[in-house]
Nanobody, 124 residues
């Protein structure tokens, strides 16, 4: 049974930082791309960042480029999202997801399994 468990969310002031983690089990983690998505209240889920299976290539939404960094540790079956210079507009539930292939993607349809999400709230 595949499980993705996010952690690291919380309340932070604008301009602050948070680091999200997503621990995976039940799949060959190193064989798949991983991604982060988010969903704000009343809005659709949107892509945030993705990383390929070997952590060589990454891909970001324009709204977070230069502020967020995705990384992974295949030995620990964990993917991370370092979020700096947070803005109130970053407030959302953040989800990690495992890809259907080795290659990064910004399309939610290219992801198979999803975590339960972790809340990030940025106060102004």
């Amino acid at each position: 049974q595949v499980q993705l468990v996010e952690s690291g969310g919380g309340l932070v002031q604008a301009g602050g930082s948070l680091r999200l983690s997503c621990a995976a089990s039940g799949l060959t983690f190193s064989s798949y791309a991983m991604g982060w998505f988010r969903q704000a209240p009343g809005k659709e889920r949107e892509f945030v960042a993705s990383i390929n299976w070997r952590a060589i290539s990454t891909y970001y939404a324009d709204s977070v480029k230069g502020r967020f960094t995705i990384s992974r540790d295949n030995a620990k079956n964990t993917v991370y999202l370092q979020m700096n210079s947070l803005e109130p507009e970053d407030t959302a539930v953040y989800y990690c997801a495992s890809g259907r292939t080795k290659f990064y993607s910004g399309n939610a349809r290219d992801y198979t399994y999803w975590g339960q999400g972790t809340q990030v709230t940025v106060s102004s």
